[in-house]
């Protein structure tokens, strides 16, 4: 074959330094926006970023030519320092160290989009740390309790 093609669908999600509710309404669209652009500038396909106060959720495409850790990492590092420019009260902000990547199939892709847009109605009942124990449940990851939160 002559050429190497790939469609990788990812849902990344990572929460705040001790899931801290930092990131209110007015800040969200615009961290929202400077997600997209960091994982389009890293040859990402965005198809929705979205969250709530202390977490965010991504719909990513990856590119062949990168690995998860990679974006990620982009991800949170650029948009920590872009947070910490935002407000004073953001000086101190940081990501989480750990993060959930899980891959979603093709025809999945709007449900994915829908759960994202969801989020706020959804963490009206659920925590971060339930929902994120109910992917990780959901994918079969096991995990040791006492390293997921930081």
């Not at 400077?34 to 396909?45: G, S």
């Not at 990492?73 to 000086?91: C, F, H, N």
Request: some cysteine.
């Amino acid at each position: 074959m002559a050429q190497s093609l790939a469609f990788l669908l990812v849902h990344v999600i990572f929460s705040t330094k001790d899931r801290m509710p930092v990131l209110n309404d007015d800040l969200r669209p615009n961290l929202y926006a400077y997600l997209a652009t960091v994982a389009r500038n890293a040859e990402c396909e965005c198809f929705r970023v979205g969250g709530v106060a202390d977490h965010v959720h991504l719909a990513l495409r990856m590119p062949r030519t990168a690995t998860v850790a990679e974006i990620v990492e982009q991800l949170k590092v650029s948009s920590s320092k872009w947070g910490k420019t935002q407000s004073p009260r953001l000086a101190k902000f940081a990501w989480q160290r750990g993060y959930g990547v899980f891959s979603v199939g093709p025809a999945d892709l709007n449900a994915l989009i829908g759960y994202i847009d969801g989020q706020k109605v959804h963490h009206r009942k659920q925590t971060f740390q339930d929902e994120f124990r109910a992917f990780l449940k959901r994918y079969g990851v096991e995990f040791d309790e006492r390293y997921m939160w930081d």
